[in-house]
């Protein structure tokens, strides 16, 4: 039975299940506007792009009090462990790493998605983590495994949909952020 959730915050679905949320799906999904949504509700936040400044320009549109968020670029897979371990300094409610598994699609060697995975996985057991992760073409997630062994709860994005284990939350994007869970849901 598909649980539906109808009119709860979307940071409450996302940790209904534990801290280290993972979520994938196809490009254009929702991903980052759900993680900067997240933000919004949840903070003070660090926001770790792995893929460049794109992020920047929904930042002005959805972030109402910029100095409770962080953002940090990072360009290699040991700047990202630098960046998490930084990070844990920070008293930070909320991390957020969009997307995790870049690095480990362009080589495939596991060492560049395990020690951030590690690091991760003991800075939630005090904050709350979302990672994001991309998709090939032919729809697996790279490195799915782990996220999988790591993930207290994994998420899909899907036309609209926010989809979890035997839950489902409808959502609407906007220029101004990310609406859900959506009563009406039919």
């Known amino acids: 039975m598909l649980v539906e959730y109808k009119s709860c915050k ?13 979520i994938y799906g196809k490009a254009g999904s929702g991903k980052t506007a759900l993680a900067l949504q997240l933000m919004e509700n949840i903070y003070p936040s660090l926001y770790i792009s792995t893929e460049g400044k794109e992020y920047q320009a929904r930042v002005s549109k959805t ?40 690095f480990y699609r362009l080589e495939r060697k596991e060492k560049m998605l395990l020690v951030p995975l590690m690091l ?8 709350k983590v979302v990672t994001i992760w991309q998709i090939s073409l032919n729809n697996k997630v790279s490195g799915e495994k ?18 979890g284990n035997m839950r489902d939350c409808r959502i609407k994007i906007t220029e101004r952020g990310v609406i859900g869970c959506l009563k009406n849901y039919y």
Not at 120 to 126: A, D, N, Q, R, V
Not at 152 to 162: E, K, P, T, Y
Request: net charge negative; charged share 20%.
């Open 63 to 102: 972030l109402l009090n910029n100095s409770a968020y962080f953002f940090f670029e990072v360009n290699s897979d040991i700047e990202l462990v630098q960046a998490i371990l930084n990070a844990s300094r920070l008293e930070l409610k909320l991390l957020i790493i969009d997307t995790i598994n870049i």
């Open 10 to 22: 979307l940071s409450e679905f996302v940790f209904k299940n534990g801290n280290f949320i993972s």
């Open 146 to 163: 782990f996220m999988r062994y790591f993930s207290d709860d994994v998420l899909r994005m899907a036309s609209n949909h926010i989809i």
């Open 120 to 127: 991760l996985k003991e800075f939630s057991k005090l904050h």
